[in-house]
């Protein structure tokens, strides 16, 4: 072909493959990490833009149903009204787990314990157990801080470490990680449970759950009991530019920024 | 041209107008506020059904018991702590340390306080299984309800009766829906269009329960034979454990005191024992079919101890908890906005020097100036650390308390001040001309000639405290219980929640016109009879106090 034919077919190439991804859904993966795999895919794929709404969970999976977004992100899995509702309008909700994340438990970083079981995790959530010598901590009384009945971390906490029973009346409901790790951080007997990355915050610490700290391999050896997937929802599987995005996601660099961003990359 | 009698007309009819439209507007939103709150009521009651229906109130029975026997080991639990605290103590060579003991005796007693609860969870076993079983339960109580309204529905559409040909009256006598019929109901509307209705349908496609894929099972009878085949296995087991370990505990204690409260906590053991019919007989007494009363759905609203949401058993909406907190946020404000307040106004209306007024009175009023939401960020960035000087918890009713009065001291000390300002002059001449001096003139006479004015402005101020948000919201430790009274003036360091700040804090969560949707309704309409309360108490003894001069 003829050298000028050649460029201009390039550049006319170029111009017509602008591709959009629309991902909209959980705050806990939208807020950075999301943004952060998006900005890497941009720089090897310049002419992909991406739209990302994080407005919580529970939107983004709304938006896959009503098809007005290519992937929704998600930190907690499908209730049952949303697989009815995605089988009523025909569409089939793909799952595909882009990275781990880990609620840690923390103490204040006086506090002599180190490590707790499930059952005394449990105990001390529900108020059964009201003071640390009780667990073999030092004299005083347990202050619990737990997040508010609107939060996911909240939801998934009471259904993996209490059972589903309830917190116990006396725990203090605050707003967000950043409170409870202060609060923590405040009070020598305080204990909370924060994602895993607010522990670098000052002056608290984490606690081994049954032997485990929350980390990278205690997450994807299953060993860490506290772990949850971050998900993104497709309708039906991923295609086109979307599964290269999340193919991307899933690749050694895009869990690399995942891991710097604080959560706990897939194996 | 218009003439000027029609242009006063006009003016009258504008200004009458408006005043007109504000009432209206307000009629709007007391009608709009009751009539959402009013069918929580019904609601409630749906919902207390549904508990006994479905054996969620047998949990709750067995996780009463559960909780006694948790209420025991906290007498237990108290003296390991004291024991603790003295082992650590003498650790440190503190004087006043008696016995030393090694580590490892100590830990005979930790030992024992795990024992304890290990042999309390044979009943918290039982009460999660239990628990598993009324949720389900309840998810076919609920599906079955669906089920039959749609079956109506479809009937008075006269939609095709093929794939749908269940009847009513079948549907009443089910003890379960497969997974596979729940799947082709939601097609078959779907098929016939109504998007809505297969919507309402849940076949929750890919759970299990148990071994078998069936989807909704009505499990009550499972619950009442659990009583005999497995309840009354446990307890006996429980007791007969107890006694064993209650029987071979031996261990020196460090402290005379934990003796006596041992003894204490054994009695109080052996007359939780006594009760121990009491729960048999409610547990072998509930039956399902028994319907409440109307007025229960009323009482545990108003009277209700606890409010408990998004529980995987049973929500509970009492207000009590929170109504209670922000009664006494409410009281600590006013302990210490009414002397501010009014001494401020007395002060600046009566003794003070018209350059010290033209200073202070400014500064007072600013303080209203500033938003409550930077009052709110004060709290819990300074005041909640120097509250931990004193107490445990750092942001606590007090901590909000304080916080409040600092917002109320302007609202009372302007209208004060200004009720003040108009006892006429006469009344301060003729008593300075007697004799006394400005001070007693100021006590004397003034004052109690205000008095009226004044207690007015305290109310104001109460309602602008009682409504108050954003405050108590950061500041007041948000836990949800009945703050506790006995404490004496421990009651100050409890974190408490308050009407307001629940309802800031869920309404951006909840289903609309769902049951927790109504029940913030209603405690927005209890917040509006307090509020119109204090009002009208307020214009009440202004009016009927105030003397013609």
């Known amino acids: 072909m003829k050298p000028s034919l050649l460029i201009l077919f390039i550049i006319s190439s170029s111009l017509f493959s602008q591709s959009k991804i629309v991902i909209k859904g959980s705050d806990t993966l939208g807020a950075k990490m999301i943004p952060k795999l998006a900005e890497a895919y941009q720089n090897k794929f310049p002419s992909t833009k991406f739209e990302i709404a994080a407005e919580g969970s529970s939107t983004g999976i709304a938006a896959i149903i009503d098809n007005t977004a290519d992937v929704g992100m998600s930190s907690r899995e499908l209730k049952g009204k949303e697989k009815a509702s995605a089988g009523a309008n025909g569409v089939f909700l793909f799952k595909t787990v882009v990275a781990s994340d880990a609620v840690a438990i923390i103490i204040n970083e006086d506090n002599p314990l180190n490590s707790l079981t499930s059952k005394e995790v449990e105990r001390i959530f529900t108020g059964d157990v009201s003071n640390w010598s009780s667990v073999g901590g030092p004299s005083g009384k347990i202050s619990v801080y737990t997040r508010n009945t609107s939060s996911g971390t909240y939801a998934f906490f009471q259904k993996v470490a209490l059972s589903s029973r309830d917190y116990g009346s006396s725990s203090q409901k605050l707003a967000g990680n950043e409170q409870i790790a202060t609060e923590v951080a405040k009070n020598k007997y305080g204990i909370g449970y924060v994602g895993l990355a607010y522990l670098k915050a000052k002056g608290i610490k984490a606690v081994k759950l049954n032997g485990f700290f929350p980390s990278n391999d205690s997450v994807n050896s299953n060993d860490y009991k506290l772990s949850r997937g971050l998900n993104c929802f497709t309708n039906g599987k991923p295609s086109g530019i979307t599964k290269k995005f999340l193919e991307f996601s899933l690749s050694l660099e895009g869990q690399e920024i995942v891991e710097s961003t604080g959560f706990v990359k897939i194996r | ?549």
């Open chain 2, 1 to 549: 041209m218009i003439k000027p009698d029609q242009k006063d007309r006009l003016i009258k009819a504008f200004f009458g107008g408006n005043a007109m439209m504000a009432i209206v507007i307000l009629g709007l939103i007391t009608l709009f506020l009751f009539k959402e709150g009013v069918e929580f009521f019904g609601q409630n009651k749906n919902e207390l059904d549904i508990f006994r229906q479905s054996g969620m109130e047998y949990a709750s029975v067995v996780s009463d018991q559960h909780n006694k026997q948790t209420f025991i080991f906290r007498y237990f639990e108290e003296i390991l702590a004291k024991e603790t605290e003295a082992y650590e103590q003498s650790l440190e060579g503190k004087a006043g340390s008696i016995v030393k003991i090694s580590k490892d005796e100590l830990n005979t007693f930790l030992e024992f306080i795990k024992s304890f609860q290990d042999i309390k969870d044979y009943l918290l076993l039982y009460e999660k299984k239990v628990v598993k079983l009324a949720a389900e339960t309840k998810q076919f109580l609920k599906t079955k309800e669906i089920v039959s309204e749609v079956r109506s529905y479809a009937t008075q559409k006269n939609l095709p009766r093929e794939d749908f040909s269940i009847t009513v009256e079948e549907i009443e006598y089910r003890s379960s829906f497969t997974h596979k019929e729940l799947d082709r109901w939601q097609n078959y509307f779907l098929r016939n269009e109504e998007e809505e209705i297969a919507l309402k349908i849940d076949p929750r496609p890919g759970e299990t329960f148990g071994e078998e894929k069936i989807n909704v099972i009505n499990y009550v009878s499972e619950i009442k034979n659990s009583y005999n085949s497995e309840y009354l296995d446990i307890v006996t087991r429980q007791n007969e454990d107890y006694s064993r370990l209650l029987e071979s505990f031996s261990y020196e204690f460090i402290l005379q005191e934990s003796e006596i409260s041992f003894e204490k906590a054994k009695l109080a053991f052996r007359e939780y024992v006594e009760t121990l019919d009491k729960y048999e007989s409610r547990l072998k007494e509930w039956d399902p079919q028994q319907d409440f009363p109307f007025s229960r759905a009323v009482t545990s609203f108003v009277l209700g101890k606890d409010w408990v949401t998004n529980s995987a058993r049973q929500d509970w909406f009492g207000v009590l908890p929170l109504f209670t907190g922000s009664l006494l946020v409410t009281v600590i404000a006013l302990l210490l906005a009414i002397p501010l307040g009014v001494g401020a106004a007395l002060y600046v209306n009566q003794i003070a020097s018209s350059r010290e007024q033209s200073f202070i009175k400014p500064w007072i009023e600013f303080i209203s100036a500033i938003p409550s939401v930077v009052i709110g960020f004060f709290g819990i960035a300074v005041l909640g650390g120097w509250m931990a000087a004193f107490s445990d918890e750092r942001l606590n009713s007090l901590t909000a308390g304080c916080l409040l009065a600092l917002m109320a001291v302007p609202t009372i000390f302007t209208l004060a001040e200004d009720s003040l300002n108009n006892v006429p002059r006469a009344f301060k001449e003729a008593s300075l001309s007697l004799g006394a001096t400005r001070w007693q003139t100021a006590v004397g006479v003034v004052f109690p000639c205000a008095l009226s004015g004044i207690v007015s402005a305290i109310l104001l101020g109460m309602g602008r405290v009682i409504g108050e948000t954003m405050v108590v919201l950061l500041c007041a430790g948000n836990r949800i219980a009945i703050p506790d009274f006995t404490s004496g003036f421990g009651v100050f360091s409890q974190p408490v929640h308050t009407m307001t700040g629940i309802i800031a804090q869920e309404m951006g969560e909840v289903e609309f016109e769902s049951i927790h949707y109504r029940a913030l309704f209603m405690v927005g309409v209890v917040l509006f009879l307090v509020s119109m309360l204090i009002n009208y108490s307020s214009q009440l003894i202004a009016k009927r106090y105030k003397s013609a001069y």
